[in-house]
């Protein structure tokens, strides 16, 4: 089973104003990595195609997609792929954020 973490802000000791991590951060923080593209659909592709609507920002990993997933101030992500860790970690210290297990 895929493990599945969270960016977050919840156990920082910050006024409660700055605790969501917002959707315009994340977008400025994204927009200077070149390896990740922000969309508004993510589209999973096997044996039937499901598209999701949200606000993700696709990490193209080799010939990987890593969706990061903006969600109520948080940012979810998959740890399936162990290339992913040191990505989530760079991303929480530039957000100023932590990383949990959801």
């Not at 606000?55 to 969600?71: C, S």
């Amino acid at each position: 089973m895929a493990q599945r973490y969270r960016i977050t802000r919840d156990n920082q000791q910050i006024d409660d104003a700055q605790k969501p991590i917002t959707l315009e951060e994340c977008k400025a923080y994204f927009d200077t990595q070149p390896d990740m593209e922000y969309t508004s659909v993510f589209t999973v592709k096997g044996e039937s195609t499901m598209s999701i609507e949200g606000d993700f920002f696709l990490w193209h990993e080799g010939t990987a997609v890593i969706p990061f997933r903006h969600y109520g101030g948080d940012l979810y992500v998959s740890g399936t792929n162990e290339a992913v860790i040191p990505k989530m970690i760079q991303a929480a210290s530039v957000l100023r954020a932590d990383i949990a297990e959801d």
